[in-house]
């Protein structure tokens, strides 16, 4: 069973294609606005590449956030323009799920979320795959002090300068690791929702923002 994962909800983007769970190609995407305009290039590129034509996937997996606004509605927008006009499956996965440790043990996965603080997910790798505590949520900084207290490693796509931060309000030294996005976690995740029904061929897909825009903080301070 042929799938396609994108993910572009943070500044470590990728593309990747499966058959099952075996990755057979990935393309890492540019960094900044360029990221954008690559992700539907980069899909032809991908597939010309593996000799696979749209048609023959199964099903589509993209990467809902949290992270930024912007990334993460462009790669949903590219997935469910395809999803649409090949009428096959999409299956939306947190983008947090793609950040997992070298070894195994508690950790957490986090992403800044600038003036919001950040945006986290407890986990715990073992020998048979990661099993997540809990829903991907958001917190200020005084609040992680507590809340990651349990863990000493935290997984991100870029430490700075989510580490000063977080470090500033707390005593306790994290180990930190950065690492690109792993497509193999988010899609064995998408399998067992893929096989269980939980995804949609109609186009809605309810992305995880988990806090307000800057505009819309604003706006409702002069809602009454």
Known sequence: MLSLLIESSTERGCLALFEDQKELARINLPSGPQSAQAILPQIEALL???KITLNKLSFLTVGIGPGSYTGMR???????????ALNIPLV?????EAY???ECGKFAAIIDAKIGGAYYSLGELASDGVRWHGEPAVAELTALRDILGQ?????????YPLRDKLE?????????????????????SALVKFDRGEFTTDGQLRLLYLRKTQAEIERDKFVT
């Open 168 to 188: 500033s309000v707390s005593v306790k030294k994290w180990t930190w690791q950065e690492t690109d996005p792993n497509p193999i976690s988010m899609t064995q």
């Open 74 to 84: 462009v790669g949903a927008m590219a997935a469910k323009t395809l999803s649409y």
């Open 48 to 50: 010309k590449k593996e």
């Open 151 to 159: 863990v000493d490693l935290l997984v991100t796509p870029s430490a």
């Open 92 to 96: 939306g996965i947190s983008t947090l």
């Open 100 to 102: 997992i440790p070298e």
